[in-house]
C-alpha cells in the first residue's frame, strides 16, 4: 500500500520541475514531500526531494519564515 496523496502542488521553472506534496504515511502521520525535477535531455530527469515529518512542520516553518525575513532585510540594509 502506497502512501496517500492528500493533497499536491506543482510548478515549473525553466527545465526544473517542482512537486509539493501533502501526504499520509502508513501509520496515520502527515508529511510533507519536496520533489524537484530536473530535465538532463533525452527524456531522462535527476530527481531529488526532501521529506519534512508532521512533528517538524512548526519548526521548518519557523526556520523557512526566519530565513526569508533575515533575507529581505538584509538586501534593504545593503540598499542604505
Known amino acids: 500500500m ?4 492528500i ?3 506543482f510548478f515549473s521553472s525553466g527545465e ?3 512537486f509539493l506534496d501533502f501526504k499520509l504515511a502508513k501509520n496515520k502521520s502527515h508529511y510533507l514531500r ?4 530536473d530535465a538532463t535531455g533525452n527524456s531522462k530527469f535527476k530527481k531529488s526531494s526532501i521529506v ?3 512533528e517538524d512542520f512548526e ?3 519557523n ?4 530565513l526569508i525575513h533575515h533575507a529581505r532585510f538584509k538586501d ?3 540598499e542604505s
Open 2 to 5: 502506497k502512501n496517500e496523496n
Open 7 to 9: 493533497a499536491s502542488e
Open 16 to 18: 526544473k520541475y517542482y
Open 34 to 37: 519536496i520533489t524537484r525535477s
Open 52 to 54: 519534512i515529518f508532521e
Open 59 to 61: 519548526l521548518f516553518i
Open 63 to 66: 526556520a523557512l519564515s526566519s
Open 76 to 78: 534593504k540594509a545593503a
